[in-house]
């Protein structure tokens, strides 16, 4: 059974940070790209970041480049989003998402709110 549980989600202030974790498990995790997805109340799912299989490689929107790091260990399963110098325009659900380019294949999360607000 496919699972990608986030956890880390909560209430910060702005200029805050929190850090989110992804646990993956009922598939091969090193062989997926992980993404990490956000979707404010009212708006369109947004890709905030991705990381590759290997984690060697990294893209980041625009609106949190310099801010957030994505990061994974493949030893873990897991799959992580640190975020500094958080906005309230941050504030939204967050996904893990695992996506396997040879295949399409794809699983979600069911995710973890982020909160910015003084």
């Known amino acids: 059974q496919v699972q990608l549980v986030e956890s880390g989600g909560g209430l910060v202030q702005p200029g805050g940070s929190l850090r989110l974790s992804c646990a993956a498990s009922g598939f091969t995790f090193s062989t997926y790209a992980m993404k990490w997805y956000r979707q404010a109340l009212g708006k369109e799912r947004e890709l905030v970041a991705t990381i590759s299989s290997t984690g060697y490689t990294w893209n980041y929107a625009d609106s949190v480049k310099g801010r957030f790091t994505i990061s994974r260990d493949n030893a873990k399963n897991t799959v992580y989003l640190q975020m500094n110098s958080l906005k309230p325009e941050d504030t939204a659900i967050y996904y893990c998402?695992?996506?396997?380019?040879?295949?399409?294949?794809?699983?979600w999360g069911q995710g973890t709110q982020v909160t910015v607000s003084s």
């Open positions: 998402n695992a996506f396997w380019s040879l295949s399409g294949r794809t699983y």
